[in-house]
């Protein structure tokens, strides 16, 4: 068997017996990320500021911790997102940067726009979903902030987490909802 020459000290690693995120499946990715940041800014990648927040990662025990390999993923969207921005700015231009922006955040608006409670696909009554209510109230803040710029950060939308219920919200729905939310904030920046 051969053993990854490694030494992961990236992040600190949970206890033995708690479970965190695969080391490898970590490392790798990292190291696919700082790959893709380093190369021709011109150039393509697979990485992107959207493929970093969508990534999932195995769990084991005495993996990295959690939080910490969280917080990592966190700036590297953002430098991402920075990077993909300046490059569309110098492909074609802020005007149509922002146009797209403001399509998918009208779009967020139109999916909010309908009636409590109807927001969003409900699961059946045996299945678990997002608790509407929860769901409901943090749309009306999220109306808020794009329909009367009251203030909202980013975390806030990556942090939010929400009561489940029998019948509640489709959480896959809810969450792309989310990603889209976070991918306009980050592309006004």
Do not use: C
């Amino acid at each position: 068997m051969v053993q990854d020459s490694r030494v992961s000290t990236t992040f600190p690693h949970t206890r033995k017996s708690r479970a965190g995120y695969n080391v490898d499946q970590v490392e790798d990715f990292l190291e696919e990320a700082r790959r893709a940041y380093s190369a021709d800014r011109s150039a393509p990648t697979i990485i992107t500021a959207e493929s970093i927040r969508r990534v999932a990662f195995d769990m084991e025990k005495g993996g990295y911790s959690v939080v910490h390999v969280d917080a990592a993923l966190e700036r590297l969207e953002d430098a991402f997102a920075v990077r993909e921005r300046d490059r569309a700015f110098a492909e074609q231009g802020d005007q149509a940067w922002y146009g797209r922006a403001r399509a998918t955040a009208q779009q967020v608006l139109d999916r909010l726009d309908r009636p409590r409670g109807h927001r969003f696909r409900r699961n059946n009554s045996l299945t678990l979903g997002y608790n509407p209510k929860d769901v409901d109230a943090f749309a009306d803040h999220l109306t808020s902030y794009f329909q009367d710029g009251k203030p909202m950060s980013v975390d806030e939308v990556r942090t939010i987490a929400f009561r489940t219920r029998r019948g509640g919200y489709n959480e896959a729905q809810v969450d792309l909802l989310l990603d889209s939310v976070i991918g306009v904030m980050l592309a006004v920046r």
